[in-house]
């Protein structure tokens, strides 16, 4: 009877954790999210910054194969998960095309874009104001590693400027000239200001959800990083830290992805011009590379602080 009660008590938690009010938007994909949903952008994210084959080719919906982080999708007792792991993949058929643009030859990328099927503009006002905070939870592909020699930008909020507002970086950061390859912090995470500073930095370990909430205050322009690992609740890893290089209002904000985007490196035969041009030049193996992610969304931190996992919440 106990275990019922308990049961019980930790499902309406959970319920009320997924259906909170403080969420404003929710990439947690559901089950009846199909993959052809994400050919056509329907549902959470717009998928049309990618290579030229179809969106599934690069995304997959993981269903019940695998179990996402634990954080949002079960209790002390186990529960069924809510949600559906996202495998984000590139291979060398993924250049970018920007509208009206030159193909990013120096990228190989595939961006998930935070959206209401399709809707993303007025979605960014919401997201970004007053404090809000950014859920990502990530997990190797060992079947698809990364090449830790080159750079990989994986999640970031992009203003038009094309700056981001904080980014996770791993591998390691591109320089022309290239330096020693690999950087000795390559296999670590990298949660980055604006201004590139290294907020926090932690190993990328395998068979582990690494899960990162990034805290925005779009006012006082301050960055607060919180991280935990699988079934741990998150912890306050950066308190609030002055990110003063982003713009107020509009300019400063933009949509939020999340992707695997890979920096070339310095191709020496490119003129000294192109080399520096790292979106549209420079070596890419072309190897087929990806990552998983669950426990995505943004909520409001007003007024009961970030949501730390299992319906708790607090502010430190
Ligand atoms: C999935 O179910 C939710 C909740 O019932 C609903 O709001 C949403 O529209 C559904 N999505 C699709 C793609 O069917
Ligand atoms: C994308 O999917 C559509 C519909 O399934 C199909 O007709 C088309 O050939 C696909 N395109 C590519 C590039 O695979
Ligand atoms: C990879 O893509 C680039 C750019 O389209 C192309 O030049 C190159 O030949 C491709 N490499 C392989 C191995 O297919
Ligand atoms: C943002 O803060 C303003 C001023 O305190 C408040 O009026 C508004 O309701 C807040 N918006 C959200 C979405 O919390
Ligand atoms: C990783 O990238 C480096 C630098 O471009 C390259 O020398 C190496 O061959 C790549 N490794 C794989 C497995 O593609």
Redesign the pocket.
């Known amino acids: 009877m106990q275990g019922l009660i308990r049961l019980v008590y930790f499902a309406g938690i959970l319920a009320s954790t997924y259906a909170s009010a403080s969420v404003i938007w929710d990439g947690r994909v559901p089950f009846n999210v199909t993959n052809a949903d994400l050919d056509t952008s329907t549902g959470p994210f717009l998928t049309v910054v990618k290579g030229s084959e179809n969106a599934t080719h690069y995304n997959h919906l993981l269903g019940h194969s695998k179990i996402p982080t634990p954080l949002w999708n079960e209790g002390l007792l186990q529960l069924v998960p809510r949600e559906q792991v996202i495998s984000v993949s590139i291979d060398?058929?993924s250049?970018f095309i920007p509208g009206g643009g030159l193909p990013q030859?120096g990228f190989r990328r595939t961006d998930l874009i935070a959206a209401v099927n399709g809707e993303h503009t007025e979605l960014i006002t919401r997201m970004e104001q007053n404090t809000t905070v950014f859920h990502f939870s990530i997990q190797k592909n060992d079947l698809h590693p990364l090449n830790y020699s080159h750079e990989y930008q994986i999640v970031f909020i992009e203003p038009n400027d094309g700056s981001h507002v904080f980014g996770i970086q791993l591998g390691s950061p591109f320089t022309d000239p290239t330096g020693p390859l690999p950087d000795p912090n390559a296999h670590s995470f990298k949660v980055l200001d604006h201004a590139l500073n290294v907020l926090f930095s932690t190993p990328f370990t395998s068979n582990t959800w690494h899960n990162f909430a990034v805290e925005v205050d779009w006012n006082a322009r301050t960055l607060a990083v919180w991280y935990s690992e699988d079934a741990e609740l998150l912890r306050l890893v950066k308190a609030a830290t002055p990110n003063p290089t982003t713009a107020l209002g509009p300019d400063g904000q933009g949509d939020f992805h999340i992707a695997l985007l890979k920096l070339p490196i310095v191709n020496p035969a490119d003129s000294p011009a192109d080399q520096g041009d790292v979106v549209h030049h420079g070596i890419?193996e072309?190897t087929t590379e990806g990552l998983f992610y669950s426990g995505v969304f943004v909520e409001s931190a007003e007024p009961q602080g970030v949501s730390k996992g299992f319906g708790i919440r607090g502010t430190a």
Do not use: A
């Open positions: 060398n058929s250049v030859f890419q072309g």
